[in-house]
């Protein structure tokens, strides 16, 4: 283990790595490997994190988002201690006989190494490609360091809703979307399918015609959906307001996960997770569609597809925030 890492040391290992397997490949299908990668995917965790799962959620975003992925893991103890391990992660596409693979490094840091991280990981960052920065630490993100660290990034991803304070989690990322980092929240990402479903209901004409008579919006939310439910109900607001209806809109505690409401004199909508079905109620009606359990795959998956600033996560981020902070 060293103080020092040298990222020549590293960038010699990946090349001796893909030598290796090329010969490898040739020599035992005789197809050889092909190298994607289409971004530089930098992940901060925790040392304690399940490095199974972990790993095999950046193997399942491979074949779709390609990359030279970089994984730091954090040890809250510890002196400059840096040490680094390199590997791919491939798969071979059905019906072909050539492997796919991508590169990825490990680094294993303590806190007190943080500042050394930039000069490592900036060399290793593949040219003339994005990087893309996914925090898992929720208390990296509150440390002096973590602002060097996400400045090499074009894009940062985190969940706001394991952060400790979730109003201060908003409006902190609140001010960071006003600089030239795309930022993407995971608890925003979540309320995808939730924002569909709401906004199918009034594709219907006479539904559309009764949305003016909407007088009251509630979320209600359990353990850990708290900035969700305030993304949720600045975003119904938001909508409501684009077609003429102004509506406060009420964020309250409750249980399980989400349920959002909206009532009129003749109208009544809701939505509420049921397992793994999305339970849709207008008025006496009800029916359900299938929502599964929020994971790292699908919200990252959904993120990384997203490369250009998102007009409408950044309006309803300064909503929620507004939101949030006028009912203290």
């Given at each position: 283990?060293?103080?020092?890492?040298?990222?020549d040391?590293i960038?010699k290992?990946?090349?001796d790595?893909?030598?290796?397997?090329?010969?490898?490949g040739?020599?035992?299908?005789?197809?050889?490997?092909?190298?994607?990668?289409?971004?530089?995917?930098?992940?901060?965790?925790?040392?304690?994190?399940?490095?199974?799962?972990?790993?095999?959620?950046?193997a399942?975003?491979?074949?779709?988002?390609?990359?030279?992925?970089?994984?730091?893991r954090?040890?809250?103890e510890?002196?400059?201690?840096?040490?680094?391990r390199?590997?791919?992660q491939?798969w071979?596409?059905?019906?072909?006989r050539?492997q796919?693979?991508?590169e990825?490094?490990?680094?294993?840091?303590?806190?007190?190494?943080?500042?050394?991280?930039p000069a490592?990981v900036?060399?290793?960052?593949?040219?003339d490609?994005?990087?893309?920065l996914w925090?898992?630490?929720?208390?990296?993100v509150?440390?002096?360091?973590?602002?060097?660290?996400?400045s090499?990034?074009?894009?940062?991803?985190?969940?706001s809703?394991?952060l400790?304070?979730p109003?201060a989690?908003?409006?902190?990322?609140?001010?960071?979307?006003?600089?030239?980092?795309?930022?993407?929240d995971?608890?925003?990402?979540?309320?995808t399918?939730?924002?569909?479903?709401?906004?199918?209901?009034?594709?219907?004409?006479?539904?559309?015609?009764?949305?003016?008579?909407?007088?009251?919006?509630?979320?209600?939310f359990?353990?850990g959906?708290?900035t969700?439910?305030?993304?949720m109900?600045?975003?119904?607001?938001?909508?409501l307001?684009s077609?003429?209806?102004?509506?406060?809109?009420?964020?309250i505690?409750?249980e399980?996960t989400?349920?959002?409401?909206?009532?009129?004199?003749?109208?009544?909508?809701?939505?509420?997770?049921?397992?793994?079905?999305?339970?849709?109620?207008?008025?006496?009606?009800?029916?359900?569609t299938?929502?599964?359990?929020?994971s790292?795959?699908?919200?990252?998956?959904e993120?990384?597809?997203?490369?250009r600033?998102?007009s409408?996560?950044?309006?309803?981020?300064?909503?929620?925030?507004?939101?949030?902070y006028?009912?203290?």
């Amino acid at each position: 283990m060293s103080a020092v890492l040298s990222p020549d040391r590293i960038l010699k290992e990946l090349t001796d790595l893909w030598v290796s397997m090329g010969k490898e490949g040739h020599a035992e299908e005789g197809a050889g490997v092909l190298r994607a990668c289409s971004m530089t995917l930098l992940v901060l965790s925790e040392a304690a994190d399940d490095v199974q799962r972990l790993g095999e959620t950046l193997a399942a975003l491979m074949p779709e988002h390609p990359a030279r992925t970089i994984l730091i893991r954090l040890r809250p103890e510890g002196g400059r201690e840096l040490s680094e391990r390199v590997y791919a992660q491939c798969w071979m596409p059905f019906g072909q006989r050539r492997q796919i693979c991508c590169e990825q490094i490990e680094i294993m840091a303590s806190d007190a190494a943080l500042d050394d991280l930039p000069a490592v990981v900036l060399p290793l960052a593949v040219s003339d490609l994005p990087v893309i920065l996914w925090c898992r630490s929720p208390r990296l993100v509150n440390m002096p360091e973590f602002g060097r660290i996400a400045s090499m990034a074009r894009k940062v991803m985190l969940d706001s809703g394991q952060l400790p304070d979730p109003k201060a989690a908003l409006r902190r990322l609140a001010v960071a979307s006003s600089g030239n980092v795309l930022l993407g929240d995971l608890a925003w990402t979540r309320l995808t399918r939730w924002r569909e479903m709401l906004s199918q209901v009034f594709e219907n004409r006479e539904r559309l015609a009764q949305l003016a008579s909407v007088s009251s919006a509630r979320v209600v939310f359990g353990n850990g959906w708290e900035t969700a439910a305030w993304y949720m109900a600045a975003w119904v607001g938001g909508a409501l307001e684009s077609v003429g209806v102004k509506v406060a809109p009420k964020v309250i505690p409750g249980e399980g996960t989400l349920r959002v409401e909206l009532e009129g004199p003749d109208l009544r909508v809701s939505l509420e997770r049921q397992d793994e079905r999305l339970v849709v109620s207008v008025n006496e009606l009800s029916h359900c569609t299938s929502l599964p359990q929020p994971s790292d795959y699908l919200t990252m998956r959904e993120e990384l597809g997203i490369v250009r600033p998102d007009s409408v996560y950044n309006r309803t981020l300064a909503s929620a925030v507004a939101l949030a902070y006028a009912t203290d």
